[in-house]
């Protein structure tokens, strides 16, 4: 058996030089929080907090407007308390992201508003963290408790053109699609900037050039295939029926408008 | 640069969606006519790429990162009015989906990132490349177009922000509202956008336009369509100025402090004016007082003379080569 030559026996430590590349993790870790938030609402096999879909969005939009207009703490209070209910009855999972995007948007609104405070302003920086708590709880549980695809749906019962809706369904499957693939790109990347990159605005400028071309052959493939199973350019989309769930809701939601009209 | 609810008086979006409904129509309309109708899964998946766009995070000095808009961008490549389509359905997917972005503010995102970003960097950037037709033009064109496309709509947000507490106080005088006055919203919001994002943003842009160019030349070509006027950035200024008008004339029927409105809003409609267009950047302007403001309006003042003299040079370079 031959002798292994000296040279391979040596060790060869290799130490690249360090670069300060946090732009490329920070991208992948939006892009694998995005997909992950995609893969979420696409493994929710029935709706939680079950009421149809038309009547969540349309709740969601008229507490954000009641919450808005408020001038009272009563009332801004009693949407927190009904906001902490729903939450409460969510499964850990799903109310431990809830409540991470409320508290992320009321710290926010806290720390923009801290200087307001300082120079006298009292009334802001209580209402407005508050405020901006209870509206992303509502928001979050409207988009964390209903699959998109019924929930683009349901913008189809307030008038919103087929067209738009057809838009919105490709878009949020699509940036499903690309997302990946951009995912891929920014590792492609991390895993050929060993040591010091010189160029990271130009492989960056790349790997979303790319992503552009690719988006330009991904819609030609989607429109060729549209049109062999005979798109002809119209879409509908179905629609939801309400139940007694939902008359339920509303007569809650009638509560709520005479309450905040009762403690303004 | 996402508007959250709560910051905006809820009157204040109801103006700004109402001022939006006019361009979404106009923009669907267009997008109609240069698009065949069943080529329309294309905005779908412009709209998805728009998303995306806006994750990525770009290097800055010093090691830490931010991420660009691409608005300017997305309009080069596909068009303004798409642009504008593409960025409204990103928009309304982050509010709804993300939590990114008010639902309520919605239409004031909008008109910020989807109508001023796009269309004030694509004419910006097509005015530039009409002028200088080189290839340096046409790059020269997309940095100012992306830049001043980006610090138009951070203006623009600052705007929206400051005049929450001169229209909307409770009786005790309390904003109610964003507290912050023009004074010191324009400086917070401008200055980042005008000396970090900004420059970013016109990187990012350019850097994108140049690989998309070269490894696909027919995809990156110039759109078809009228030649651009000198009185675009006026036509701007005064779409833009629109919807302030109409919150200003608020002050009518409200309870806030006659004397504050004409003190402070007096000078909006130049501040404006200073940055969107050209032709308006007179030197008689009365910022006397407001030191914050006459910070923003020279940096205005710098940056418009810095795009001139770049465009100069690149002109005079042009010359003697198309003599020899």
């Given at each position: 058996m031959a002798d292994i030559p000296q040279w391979l026996t040596r060790p060869e430590p290799y130490e690249p030089p360090k670069d300060r590349d946090r732009f490329l993790d920070r991208s992948i870790v939006s892009f694998v929080t995005l997909l992950s938030r995609f893969r979420s609402q696409s493994a929710l096999e029935r709706d939680l907090l079950w009421v149809s879909p038309v009547s969540k969005l349309a709740a969601a939009v008229l507490y954000v407007v009641l919450v808005s207009l408020a001038r009272q703490f009563g009332f801004v209070y009693l949407m927190l308390a009904y906001a902490a209910v729903l939450l409460a009855l969510l499964p850990a999972r799903e109310l431990r992201r809830c409540l991470a995007g409320a508290f992320a948007a009321a710290a926010l609104a806290y720390l923009i508003l801290l200087p307001s405070a300082l120079a006298g302003s009292r009334y802001s920086i209580t209402m407005i963290p508050a405020k901006a708590f209870v509206c992303v709880s509502f928001v979050n549980l409207l988009s964390r408790t209903t699959r998109w695809d019924r929930l683009t749906g349901a913008l189809r019962r307030f008038r919103f053109p087929d067209l738009f809706i057809f838009v919105i369904d490709i878009t949020i499957k699509y940036i499903a699609l690309l997302g990946e693939f951009a995912l891929q790109m920014l590792y492609a990347l991390r895993l050929r900037s060993v040591g010091r990159n010189r160029g990271k605005y130009g492989s960056l400028a790349g790997a979303a050039g790319t992503l552009f071309l690719k988006s330009r052959a991904m819609s030609e493939e989607l429109y060729y295939a549209m049109e062999c199973r005979g798109f002809t350019g119209e879409y509908r989309t179905a629609r939801v029926r309400p139940t007694w769930r939902d008359g339920v809701f509303w007569a809650l939601n009638a509560g709520l408008v005479l309450a905040y009209f009762a403690l303004s | 640069m996402h508007i959250p609810d709560n910051y905006l008086s809820p009157v204040t979006c109801a103006v700004m969606t109402a001022a939006m409904v006019p361009v979404w129509a106009f923009a669907i309309k267009k997008v109609k006519k240069e698009l065949p109708?069943?080529?329309?899964?294309q905005l779908g998946i412009g709209a998805a790429l728009t998303f995306l766009m806006m994750m990525y995070n770009v290097p800055l000095p010093g090691g830490t990162s931010g991420h660009a808009v691409g608005g300017t961008l997305i309009a080069i490549l596909m068009g303004p009015s798409a642009a504008c389509v593409c960025v409204s359905v990103a928009l309304l997917l982050q509010a709804l989906l993300?939590?990114?972005?008010?639902i309520l503010s919605f239409g004031a995102n909008c008109f910020n990132m989807a109508f001023v970003l796009p269309f004030a960097g694509y004419y910006l950037y097509k005015f530039i490349r009409e002028r200088v037709k080189s290839k340096s033009g046409e790059y020269a064109g997309a940095i100012a177009g992306s830049y001043f496309g980006l610090v138009f709509a951070a203006l623009l947000t600052a705007v929206e922000f400051g005049l929450q507490p001169l229209l909307f106080r409770d009786a005790a005088g309390q904003?109610?509202?964003?507290?912050?006055s023009l004074s010191v919203s324009i400086p917070a919001m401008v200055i980042p956008h005008l000396l970090v994002a900004g420059p970013v943003e016109a990187a990012f842009t350019v850097l994108i336009l140049a690989f998309v160019k070269k490894v696909s030349p027919d995809l990156a070509e110039p759109l078809p369509g009228k030649k651009t006027r000198g009185v675009w950035g006026l036509l701007l200024a005064l779409v833009c100025a629109a919807p302030l008008g109409l919150l200003a004339s608020g002050t009518a029927w409200g309870e806030w402090g006659m004397d504050e409105i004409a003190g402070l809003a007096g000078y909006t409609p130049a501040g404006m004016a200073s940055g969107f267009?050209?032709?308006?950047?007179?030197?008689?302007y009365s910022v006397s007082g407001l030191p914050e403001v006459l910070g923003y309006i020279l940096s205005a003042v710098l940056g418009t003379a810095i795009l001139v003299i770049v465009f100069k040079l690149i002109a005079s370079r042009k010359k003697p080569a198309g003599q020899h």
């Open positions: - | 109708k069943a080529k329309l899964p993300f939590g990114d972005g008010g904003p109610l509202y964003c507290p912050y267009s050209f032709n308006a950047l007179l030197p008689d």
